[in-house]
């Protein structure tokens, strides 16, 4: 275990999940921020345990050949881009490498080769077509902007070079309304005030929908703030958002239209969707539609095919396989973009396909016991991966062709290898820049089943629990293991 205080030169010898830095000392692991792989930075340890110390950055003695000048003013503050100061190729490197490596963590059989070079962008800046901006007072100031590094303290900010110069001037206005009707922000401490949150949503024809979450419905100017807003060019919406809960979470349940119809329509490739406050879209449009055609191709949907898109949310990926499809499933928890979904397909002429709004863990296993059956399944879950029974059911159901996206490396290697021992192989692997500059990555894979009887019995060692295990309780099994998640 190294002391905190010492102070040491050091190579950085690769990158963690975080994005870290990573250092030895005498073979003990030091995780250093801001630093990036080839860099020697003299470091200062500023903690430590018995797996790992943390090291800051006192001086760079020789800068890697990656390393560059960060373009935003802010990257030393905001929790947003953690990567802004590393070279933007370098950046799908290692994104594919993560990807790779979660996957050597969770035993997945696979071969290094079928995982593609991550799709990159051509301009990696103003993508964003939603950005979620905390609102606070400091010295008698408004402050809008992200949240600080591992931190809920704001950054003040008066321009975001991942979102649209539409939104930045939305920032810039609705700070300066504020002030001039002095409506106060939610200040956590005292948890008095108003307004808590500002949520930017656009769409490639750069209209805007502005949600601007309070504590409470009704507020001093009110009318006068949305009065003033309304004028401005590009913002077609305005929606309040009620949250007066003692939470971290951005948005509460309660959405108020203050002006315009309280949804916005964007597009993916000839489809047209509707978007509600609190439905989820994909927040990078160029990249979105490399994720569906990827998602679409790797599925090799036929005419004569049942398709699940299992999380569905606003039927983005559902309409795009019903193009294709004798008939798709869709299935998701929020019951906002169901409604949404149903929209979509009706605006889209698309007739072919259901949707069902409910917890997947719950509604899957019930189409299977009514003998509805998959040829293919899409799986696009949140970050936390897929859920137990979501899995037990995918297994039992044993479609031919699987198809998996997900923004979350390690949950996505986990339930590979659970899909794995349930009779299927991985064939391709795609990672998507989805979120440039950032540590995150989209990652599409393509699964095809062994056609091996799925009621046999299969040999896999769970710590002390070896031998014959049914294929049905894998997933349970798994879940306790330590050895493959």
């Given amino acids: 275990m190294l002391e905190i ?26 995780f250093v921020s801001d630093a990036i792989t080839g860099d020697k930075v003299k470091i200062k340890i500023t903690d430590t345990n018995k797996n790992y110390a943390v090291g800051e950055i006192i001086s760079i003695i020789k800068p890697s050949e990656f390393r560059i000048e960060p373009h935003c003013p802010h990257f030393q503050q905001c929790g947003g881009c953690q990567l802004m100061h590393m070279d933007y190729k370098e950046q799908l490197k290692y994104k594919r490498d993560r990807v790779i490596n979660e996957f050597r963590r969770a035993k997945v059989n696979f071969e290094e080769s079928i995982v593609n070079d991550t799709i990159g962008m051509d301009e990696p800046y103003r993508y964003r077509n939603k950005t979620a901006f905390s609102v606070t007072e400091k010295n008698n100031e408004i402050q809008i902007g992200p949240y600080e590094q591992s931190t809920y303290n704001t950054v003040n900010i008066t321009s975001c070079l991942i979102q649209s110069k539409a939104a930045d001037e939305v920032v810039i206005i609705f700070k300066n309304l504020m002030e001039k009707y002095n409506i106060k922000a939610y200040d956590k401490k005292t948890r008095k005030g108003i307004v808590r949150n500002i949520v930017i949503r656009n769409n490639r ?24 807003l309304s004028q401005i060019q590009n913002i077609i919406t305005i929606v309040q958002n009620i949250n007066n809960k003692d939470t971290n979470l951005i948005m509460g349940r309660k959405n108020i239209t203050l002006y315009g119809e309280s949804t916005i329509i964007d597009t993916i490739d000839d489809l047209s969707f509707t978007i509600s406050p609190e439905t989820f879209f994909q927040i990078n449009p160029i990249q979105t539609e490399k994720l569906y055609q990827t998602a679409i191709e790797y599925a090799d949907i036929d005419k004569g095919d049942v398709c699940f898109d299992i999380y569905c949310g606003i039927g983005t990926i559902s309409l795009m396989a019903a193009k294709k499809a004798k008939r798709v499933y869709g299935i998701e928890l929020v019951e906002r973009s169901i409604i949404n979904a149903r ?8 007739s072919n396909v259901e949707f069902y709004a409910g917890k997947a863990e719950e509604i899957l296993p019930k ?14 879950p949140p970050r936390k991966g897929c859920e137990k029974e979501v899995i037990d059911t995918i297994i039992s159901m044993s479609p031919e062709r699987l198809v998996y996206v997900s923004c979350n490396p390690s949950t996505l290697a986990r339930d590979v290898k659970l899909l794995e021992y349930g009779g299927y192989n991985v064939i391709k692997v795609q990672p998507v820049d989805q979120f440039s500059w950032s540590v995150h990555v989209e990652t599409v894979v393509s699964l095809s089943h062994k056609k091996a009887d799925t009621h046999i019995n299969i040999n896999v060692e769970f710590g002390d629990d070896k031998g014959q295990i049914p294929i049905d309780t894998i997933a349970r099994k798994a879940e306790e293991s330590k050895k493959i998640i």
């Fill in 5 to 30: 205080g010492l102070v040491k030169e050091v190579e950085i010898i690769d990158m963690n999940h975080t994005g870290q830095g990573v250092a030895k000392i005498n073979n003990f692991v030091v």
């Fill in 367 to 380: 189409l299977y016991k009514q003998n509805i059956k998959a040829d293919i399944i899409i799986v696009d």
């Fill in 205 to 228: 024809k750069n209209q805007l929908m502005l949600i601007i979450v309070t504590t409470t419905e009704n507020f001093q100017n009110k009318e006068l703030l949305v009065n003033e």
């Fill in 343 to 350: 929209e979509n397909a009706k605006k889209n002429n698309i």
